[in-house]
Every structure is written in C-alpha cells, then in structure tokens.
T-cell receptor, first 116, second 110 residues
C-alpha cells in the first residue's frame, strides 16, 4: 500500500459525459501528479500540482482539467468524454518537486475509466 | 528534460541476473536517475535511485558510469514475479514534469 488513495476504482460512462476522479496523496506529500495509461501503452504525464499550484502540464487535453485543494487532495475532471479516453488514470504523490534527490513518486491504485 | 532510451523488451529465466541499460545522453548535472517497476493494472513502484557510481538496495543495484550518459539496473536472481515493465527516469530538479517513456518489458520464464 503506497498510502495514495484514488476513487472510484472503476468508472463506466457514456460518450459526451463528464466525470471526476479523486486522489488523496500520502500524508505530508505536497506534490500530486496525474497520469493516463491506455491499454498496453506507457504512462502519459498529464499535470503536476505542488502545494495547491499548477506546476507543469504534459499531454493534457483541453477537455481535461485538474485542481489541488487546500487539504492537498486533487481532482481530475474529464469532460465531453470520447471512446479514446478509456484508460487507467493514476495519481502519484511526492514530498517535493519532480526529479529531486530521494523525491520518488508513490502511485495510487488507479481509476479504470471505460467510456462506452 | 533528458530523453531516455531503453530496450523495448527482454527475456530471462528464473535465477538469472538481469541487466537493463538506459541511455540518457543529455543528462544534466543535477539530474538523478530513478527506476520504477510496474505490474499490469498497477501503479509504478519505486525501485532505486542514484546519481553516480553504484547504488544497492535490497531489491536491485544501479550502476552509473562516470560520464552518467547511461545507467544499468541490475536485478539479481530474478523470479517469475519480476515479470514487469521497468522504467528509467532522469529527473529535472529544476522542473516539474516526469516523462516515463515506453519502459522495458521484462519476461521471466521458468
């Protein structure tokens, strides 16, 4: 158990709908990262928040948005869903910023999104 | 960010030592090298991190030559449960993105 929690575990919805994925980082971690992983694909970095502020964006679509709240939990909002958005969405947390010494990321179990 | 290159896949047998090499020619002075392991349908898990020379922990060793343009993850005496995808990351201590790349799919056979 990494200490990172994600809800829901599974989500099935229809095209055009909007969903919200939730992530609670490990206690004390200030950074939250979101990743998308499609079937048999690598991890695509979406966005990074550090202590409530957006710090970096990756390949995140304009239909997707995220935020980190004062209690440091984060939500990823996916709207106007398309079939191609079906994937595993992982959240990770770390104490500091990406890439630093001993600043490894701890990943949650993921949310499996299926768009029908 | 330094780009990394790893073999797409590797096969091994139980009990053998496996070495996975990652190339990162554009690594910056302050960058650390980190390896993660991912099982199907699970989030990646930190294995080991290093800056130079050799680092060893209870699960792996990491060898980094003096020029730091590559690194080698060494898994001693692999078992079937080591079948997974292994990712090499080179950190950007001044930035905030993490690029995992395609990783190396290791398949351990009995």
């Amino acid at each position: 158990d990494s200490g990172v929690t994600q809800t829901p575990k599974h989500l099935i919805t229809a095209t055009g709908q909007r969903v919200t994925l939730r992530c609670s980082p490990r206690s004390g971690d200030l950074s939250v990262y979101w990743y998308q992983q499609s079937l048999d694909q690598g991890l695509q970095f979406l966005i990074h928040y550090y202590n409530g502020e957006e710090r970096a964006k990756g390949n995140i679509l304009e239909r997707f948005s995220a935020q980190q709240f004062p209690d440091l939990h984060s939500e990823l909002n996916l709207s106007s869903l398309e079939l191609g958005d079906s994937a595993l969405y992982f959240c990770a947390s770390s104490y500091g910023r990406a890439g630093g010494h001993r600043n490894e990321q701890f990943f949650g179990p993921g949310t499996r999104l299926t768009v029908l | 960010l330094a780009k990394t290159t790893q073999p797409i896949s590797m096969d091994s047998y139980e009990g053998q030592e496996v070495n996975i090499t990652c190339s990162h020619n554009n690594i910056a002075t302050n960058d650390y090298i980190t390896w993660y392991q991912q099982f199907p349908s699970q989030g990646p898990r930190f294995i080991i991190q290093g800056y130079k020379t050799k680092v060893t922990n209870e699960v792996a060793s990491l060898f980094i030559p003096a020029d730091r343009k590559s690194s080698t993850l060494s898994l001693p005496r692999v078992s079937l449960s080591d079948t997974a995808v292994y990712y090499c990351l080179v950190g950007d201590t001044g930035g905030f993105k993490t690029i995992f790349g395609a990783g190396t799919r290791l398949f351990v056979k009995a």
